[in-house]
């Protein structure tokens, strides 16, 4: 029966290789990104302590720990007594933040790692280790010692000045020395390396230390000894091993990187992952469905539901073994391209390699194969059913009716689309995909009737269109099951794509929007390098005669009360002083007042108001350090797309952000005298608010790289399983198409009648498609960070257009093929 049946087992190959290529390059990934960081800049550490870097959101088994990208600092004692836990060597408290070292031409020196240069204090260089290849260590505040790459690139030498833009603003410092490592690190990042107390000096966070190396004796029990560390420390710190020492730099986000890569494949890769089986149960149902008559022509021999049973599992089997090992070297095989797609769309940190290993291949393996049985079970259960007598009358007749526990489940995945379109209103944007998703299955489920029975009624109106159109709507009216099915993998495509677009442009429209009503600055300052300007450009602006300036730091905030938890991440913040905003930031303050945003009051967004964040409520938060604090809200805003959910005070933004930096200063009143800022902070760029609103389309279209990278793979599987479904139906056509041909009509009649159904099942599937689009993204006028909607008119016209090609090449080639065979060898088909 293999040999017998080329098309439907092919189409099953293929869909049950993809399924195994996904299964195993997602969990590769995710299992290099779960694996040990390795030891980084600290290769020379046998453990590192840094405060606990994770924050628990919600309670019991709905708990969410989530890492932050910086911990808060360790107290600048905490040195001394992890030096003096017995087993401890020696221990060196490091500090990390980002610096930028200027050129002699004015401009900022490119770095390495994709990341600004970090600044430390020059005893934790003995942790990577750094040896000075020229000059000296730095001995005092004015000095300051370069790695090798940075001193190259600016032509530096030891004695002379360097210019350096820290967070606590523009200074100038005598180049002590020059010190390399090793040819990782040097690629890994840029480091600059000052006395330890003008490195705490320049952070702008003040003394403590960010993380404690650790060196221990010879023959000390590392996990005792972490143990004994975390005693000494108090406050509940994390100690690491050395093989995950790089976790603990705060100047190295790849750790952290890695964190955020896992969440991204276990979100949007759990949602391709259900596509997947989906598709391929779809793709085994309709293979077996197919085969009806083989199934009915057994039963009649005496053939008994187990032996047939155990026949379609059997080929199932063998076909989910060996398609399971092709996918597993296709994914081996495409390591590569994925990652740099990653790595270029920002999800994974730069140079990201996967490592692979035998268990995601053995899960590849085992879920393609368990995936196939299941389905075939299923698809086999009412074929099995018939009596042996009645199984060729059952065959012989196209099924018209639909299972009720296949009308059951399709209602129940229409009501679980419903269901999120309703009560998620105020997140439409965001679960769109995964409504689609819902209503998608409802329309696989209930295809004979949402696709098919329409395409059956259009039908009827080519039964008097000669002899092709009669054979179409005949088989459009009779072939309800087999339209649905085409037409629902069709839909599919359109309805992933069509959601995509049209909730990427929403979403853009809406924040374009409210930066465009929010902004009312004549000019802005943004950093060009180093990841942001120091405050004291924002200082230097005010001093300007006729000019404010207020600058705005961007953060995070983790709310921990229920219902304001963001299901399980941080909330979007700003640190604004208001009084010096006024006249430049319009928020549209809905209640409450800017002016009482100072200690620790707060403003929150119309959603967080919404859900329970009323003035004078006092919530427990996190900040983006993990440092937690009480806020009270004072004032609910309205225009929160691209600023954030909250509105902190700028100070207490500053005192635990990732780096103490401003992202963008606002400037009202005349430019005169920017320029001459920007020569003083070569890392600041002046923009007009017209050039600063584009900037931000900018970085919209660059943020959608990311989405649409996950998207783009469920979208091709969606694509391929829609070709793979016309395929199919056109390549199990031949019997049908030879009685046609028997029958007298032309061959010409044969395709036209093919093309126009073909047509019909295109048109249906696409309508059906984009009314999933739409339902998905009903309530996004419900969202205040959606509405309204935007549809994008070319990049649905390119889906379109795409999903027109697909129904017509995936039916019509195959037919074409068999069409053009001779008669006489048609006539000799099996059955």
């Known amino acids: 029966m293999l040999r017998t049946r080329p098309g439907s087992f092919a189409g099953t190959f293929v869909m049950l290789a993809l399924t195994a290529t996904i299964v195993a390059a997602a969990a590769q990934i995710m299992a ?40 808060a600092l360790l107290s600048a004692d905490a040195v001394a007594r992890v030096a003096a836990v017995p087993g401890v060597r020696s221990a060196f408290g490091d500090i990390a933040f980002p610096l930028t070292v200027v050129g002699r031409d004015g401009a900022p020196l490119p770095t390495r790692g994709a990341a600004p240069a970090h600044a430390h204090g020059w005893p934790s260089a003995a942790l990577t280790p750094y040896r000075l290849a020229h000059g000296q260590a730095p001995a005092s505040a004015g000095e300051v010692v370069l790695d090798a790459g940075l001193a190259r690139a600016g032509g530096f030498r030891v004695g002379e000045r360097v210019r350096v833009i820290t967070p606590a603003g523009a200074e100038v410092l005598r180049l002590a020395g020059v010190a390399s490592a090793g040819p990782a690190q040097q690629e890994r990042q840029s480091s ?36 004994r560390i975390r005693d000494a420390v108090g406050g509940d710190p994390q100690v690491v091993d050395h093989r995950h020492a790089a976790a603990a730099d705060a100047g190295d986000t790849r750790a952290f990187d890695r964190v955020e890569l896992v969440a991204v494949l276990a979100s949007g890769g759990g949602i391709t992952l259900a596509i997947v089986v989906f598709v391929v149960a779809g793709t085994i149902g309709f293979a077996v469905e197919r ?36 996918g597993c070297a296709t994914a081996t095989a495409l390591f590569g391209p994925f990652t740099d797609a990653l790595v270029s769309a920002g999800i994974a940190p730069d140079g990201f390699k996967v490592a692979p290993h035998w268990i995601p291949y053995a899960i590849a393996l085992a879920a393609g194969v368990v995936v196939a049985l299941l389905a075939t079970v299923v698809a086999a259960r009412r074929a099995l059913k018939v009596r042996p007598g009645e199984a060729l009358v059952e065959s012989a007749v196209p099924p018209r009716r639909m299972s009720v526990v296949r009308v059951l489940l399709g209602l ?32 696989a489920l209930l295809g004979p009737f949402v696709i098919g029975w329409p395409a059956a009624l ?29 037409g629902a993998a ?61 600058g705005m730091v961007s953060t995070d905030v983790f709310l ?91 100070a207490l933004a500053l005192a635990h952000a990732s780096a103490a930096l401003d992202s963008a200063v606002f400037v009202a009143g005349p430019a005169r005298g920017l320029d001459a800022i920007v020569r003083t902070y070569p890392t600041a760029v ?146």
């Open 412 to 443: 129940v995945a229409l009501g679980g689309g419903l269901t999120l379109v309703i009560v998620l209103a105020s997140q439409a944007v965001s679960f769109a995909i995964l409504a689609a998703f819902c209503f998608m299955i409802a329309v």
């Open 686 to 831: 002046v923009r007009s608010r017209a050039a600063y609103l584009h900037d931000v389309k900018a970085q919209a279209q660059d943020n959608a790289k990311a989405q649409w990278v996950i998207v783009a793979l469920m979208i091709a599987i969606a694509v391929m399983a829609a070709f793979n479904t016309g395929a199919m139906a056109a390549a199990e056509r031949r019997r049908e198409l030879v009685l046609a041909r028997l029958g007298g009509a032309t061959r010409r009649q044969v395709i036209g009648s093919l093309t126009l159904e073909t047509i019909v099942t295109t048109v249906a599937g696409i309508a059906a498609g984009v009314a999933v689009a739409l339902a998905s993204l009903a309530r996004v006028g419900d969202d205040p960070a959606g509405g309204p909607l935007v549809v994008p008119w070319g990049q649905v016209g390119v889906v379109v257009a795409g999903a027109v090609a697909l129904g017509l090449l995936g039916t019509l080639v195959p037919a074409a093929l068999v069409g053009r065979a001779r008669l006489t060898a048609l006539a000799g088909l099996r059955e």
């Open 560 to 650: 921990l009360d229920r219902h304001l938890t963001n299901a399980g991440d941080s909330w979007e913040a700003a640190g604004l002083d208001p009084a010096a905003a006024r006249g430049m930031l319009d928020l549209d303050v809905r209640a409450g007042s800017l002016d009482a945003v100072r200690g620790t009051g707060i403003a929150v967004s119309d959603t967080l108001a919404k859900d329970g964040a009323k003035i004078g409520r006092v919530v427990h938060a996190r900040l983006a350090d993990a440092t937690p604090v009480r806020l009270r809200v004072v004032a609910i805003y309205r225009r929160a797309n691209g600023l954030g959910d909250v509105v902190l005070p700028r």
């Open 32 to 71: 290099t990104a779960l694996g040990a960081p390795g030891p980084g800049r600290f290769a020379a550490a046998d453990a590192v302590v840094r405060a606990h870097p994770t924050v628990k959101l919600g309670s019991g088994d709905n708990a969410d720990n989530v890492d932050v990208q910086r911990a």
């Open 291 to 326: 085969r009806r008559r083989e199934v009915a022509l057994l039963r009649s021999v005496g053939a008994t539901p187990g032996q047939v049973r155990r026949l379609l599992l059997g080929e199932t089997a063998l076909i989910g073994l060996v398609a399971g090992a092709v």
């Open 458 to 486: 259009a039908g009827r109106t080519l039964l008097a269109g000669g002899g092709s159109g009669f054979l179409a709507g005949s088989a459009l009216q009779t072939g309800r099951f087999r339209v649905g099915a085409v």
């Open 192 to 227: 600059v390396f000052l006395t330890q107390a003008r490195a705490q000096q320049l952070s702008g966070l003040g003394a403590g230390f960010n993380a404690i190396a650790v060196r221990a004796d010879a023959r000390t029990d590392g996990a005792q000894l972490r143990e």
């Open 490 to 550: 069709i839909a599919l495509v359109v309805a992933l794509a069509g959601t995509q677009a049209i909730s990427l442009a929403t979403a853009d429209h809406a924040t374009q929007r409210a930066t465009a009503d929010r902004v009312q600055a004549g000019h802005v300052l943004v950093a060009r390098a180093g990841g942001g300007l120091p405050p004291a450009v924002a200082q230097e602006v005010a001093k300007l005669p006729g000019t404010r300036a207020a």
